[in-house]
RNA sequence: GUCUCGGUAGCUCAGCUGGAUAGAGCAACGGCCUUCUAAGCCGUAGGUCUUGGGUUCGAAUCCCAACCGGGAUACCA
């Protein structure tokens, strides 16, 4: 039980002794205590004021004494107009101290065979471009989001759905058949996402040359954009590719592979990864069978023209096509084909979409449709939803030549990354290779610390030029502060200044320490609120307040040069357990931490 | 039109189950490297929390309305 469950249930317990009144739970308002006052924990005393019928001061007054009675922990109070700021002894703080340094995993939940199993898709990529800035956001919150419910003791399945078969691959196909010469990744030296996203682009200029070629020869936009050679030929094979044309499915799965090949490279440089990938070519039929499923039930009605609907009137929605006129399948149709597949191959508890908030509307109609399905686990869906990042000049557009690509962005970081670190001549013992290491790390973290800082839900903006910094709130800065910790016990053991964590702390902290220790302790909180919320930034924002904090600790309170054995000993001790915290911390962004930078 | 999400310092963002004087970083200005790493620390300046009502001891936070912006809205994914 933590001190403010501690307090609150005695606090219950002040208001029916002292006035005979029972008081819910949520009545009694907890907060940290201003750092300006004095005291831990402060106590909302307004909403007793009605049953003490006294002051706020007295009444606030009435409870403290008795919790200084009754809680062994509550050392002394003080009052300032409705607040009752309560004083926790600093024994209760060092005897926490000793529990985080003496807990091999503290704060974090391992699964269990009994945990839930939550199943989370992100990324979900189309084969025919690589991937850009909006990607880096979805797979970067993707991974930090299982991070975080594996930490609050959840089984956790990532997944990926590849949009790897439609009409935009074979674009892609079309352009390479006709201006391709026989290119390959490894005769170009391209990387194959790149290689492949090239001909998408060329296939669109060529389009745009035909239409222009046709409309100058008078026909009309609709047709223009109908006829055009080049979207002909881009049919023609999504026709041969649905009939198995041996052909066409050859040369799509060569090109699907080039493209994965080239996504493997940028998911690791991102760090994330799959449990379970599934491909859109292997799942798209099955959400046909239970569209017809629901057809047949009377769920779903067909019009005349034979497209198959849902009417979701009821629900305060529209009506859903599910099935088109000549009945092939819709976006909304595959998932729910996706949904019944997955929830067979895992026994789910909880499904989690990270897709954009764009597609708000889709995961409520799909939600709705599965439920009318009968699947009990319709309802039980989870969209998490994010906001999209734009550019100063608006939003990205890949056909206008705006989208910040993944690659090239953390190629351009790791060599400002690189740069600075070398202008700072902060890694020159080590090795080439070592150095390296910790350029990308560095520039991994700013990046990403950079993206999920912010609240998911909110649209962000990202100036490539101005955006990405080194100092202030940023991933460097936290790693910066890691590795100073790690310097500081790597010099105390080449002093041979002990750090057992087996001997208990014992020395009378200062201010400045206990107010670390209390931020320290508050980190399995911020865990679980995490997960609750489903905010990486939640983390982002707490570990933060712990950097900063220990900077100012460091700058004013010596540690090596500590002459108080005892006091040296609990600086210590706060450092690694900060250090800890830090890096476990950041391992729940995906945020890899320097030993030295 | 309807639904939905947002609007907090010049810029990027915290704070939102109602609580004390609204916080950080960047940018600007002024200090601090013979001490454990200056990718740091300290200080100055910068606010009608879009606007107007309401709820109450108390509103950036909750409710209503308006304005501005993003997104969705029957055969793209």
Known sequence: MSIEQIIRVKIIEAIEKCYQQTVDANLVQLQNT????????????FPFVRMSKKSPEQTAAEIGDYLKANVEEVSSYNVVKGFLNIVISSDYWISVLNTIISTANYGITEPTDASKL???????????????????????????????????????????IVNDRGIHICKSMYAWKMWGNGETPESTGIKG???????????????????????????????????????????????????????????????????????????KALGVDFDKIYYESETYLYGKNEVLRGLAEGVF????????????????????????????????????????????????????????????????????????????????????????????QGKMKSREGTVVDADDLIEEMTEVSRKTSEELGKLDGYTPEQAAETYKMIALGALKYFILKVDPKKNMLFNPEESIDFNGNTGPFIQYTYARIRSILRKAADRSIAVNPDVKVSAEPGAK??????????????????????????????????????????????????????IRNLRLVIAETAGKTIKTGMKLLGIDVPERM
């Open 301 to 392: 009605y067909q019009k005349e023209d034979s497209s198959v609907w849902a009417d979701l009137t009821a629900e305060g929605l529209d009506q859903k096509i599910l099935l088109r006129s000549d009945g092939t399948s819709v976006y909304m149709t595959q998932d729910i084909g996706t949904a019944k597949e997955r929830f067979q191959d895992y026994p789910i508890d909880k499904m989690v979409y990270v897709v954009g908030n764009e597609q708000n509307y889709h995961f409520q109609v799909l939600s709705i449709l599965l439920d009318k399905l009968g699947f009990e686990f319709g309802k039980g869906l989870h969209h998490f939803s994010y906001g999209m990042v734009e550019l100063p």
């Open 513 to 566: 320490e206990l107010q670390l220790i209390k931020v320290i302790s508050q980190f399995p909180t911020a865990v679980n609120e995490a997960g609750e919320g489903y905010s990486p930034a939640l983390i982002a924002n707490y570990i933060y307040e712990l950097v900063k904090e220990f900077n100012q600790f460091y700058h004013e309170s010596p540690i090596l040069a500590e002459e108080n054995e005892e």
């Open 118 to 160: 939550v199943m989370v898709e992100y990324s979900s990529p189309n084969t025919n471009k690589p991937l850009h800035l909006g990607h880096i956001r979805n797979n970067l919150l993707g991974f930090s989001l299982c991070e975080i419910l594996k930490a609050n003791g959840n089984k956790v399945v990532k997944t990926n």
């Open 193 to 267: 996402d790149h290689l492949v996203g090239n001909y998408y682009v060329k296939f669109d200029q060529e389009y745009k040359k035909e239409i222009a070629a046709l409309i100058a020869q008078g026909e009309t936009k609709e047709n223009a954009e109908q006829n055009a050679p080049s979207m002909q030929g881009a049919r023609e094979l999504l026709l041969k590719w649905e009939a198995k044309d041996a052909e066409t499915i050859a040369l799509w799965q060569m090109m699907n592979q080039w493209v994965y090949a080239g996504f493997d490279v940028t998911y």
């Open 34 to 45: 201003r750092k300006e006052f004095e005291g831990d924990i402060t106590l909302v005393v």
